[in-house]
């Protein structure tokens, strides 16, 4: 039963290595860019976003989204999809679940 433990514990610990040695630089990566990519905006970017916002409404006016190549197009609407989707996850973390609202 000694014996059985002790293979067991050592097994363990190498599995547990081995997780770690392999999740260590996808974590690094990860962190990279989660400081990069998940920082609120800086006062000085929101005049840009609100120009961008501006220009994107400016087009929907003027119908140019009609001269969009394919990859600009499959490019924002692959945007439009992920914000999206972050709505629907703040909603679920909102209600605290996928089905409905506690009333």
């Known amino acids: 039963m000694a014996q059985f433990v002790r293979n067991l514990t050592e097994k363990a610990l190498a599995l547990v290595n081995t997780a770690v040695a392999y999740s260590k630089p996808r974590l690094a990566t990860f962190w990279y860019y989660a400081k990069v990519e998940l920082v609120p905006p800086t006062p000085a970017e929101i005049p840009t976003a609100i120009q961008s916002l501006k220009k994107i409404i400016n087009g929907a006016k003027t119908s140019s989204f009609k ?25 679920i973390i909102g209600k605290h679940g996928i089905i409905g609202y506690d009333v």
């Open 67 to 91: 001269q969009l190549t394919v990859k600009e197009a499959l490019l924002n609407g692959l945007v439009a999809t992920e914000v999206w989707m972050w709505f629907y996850i703040g909603e």
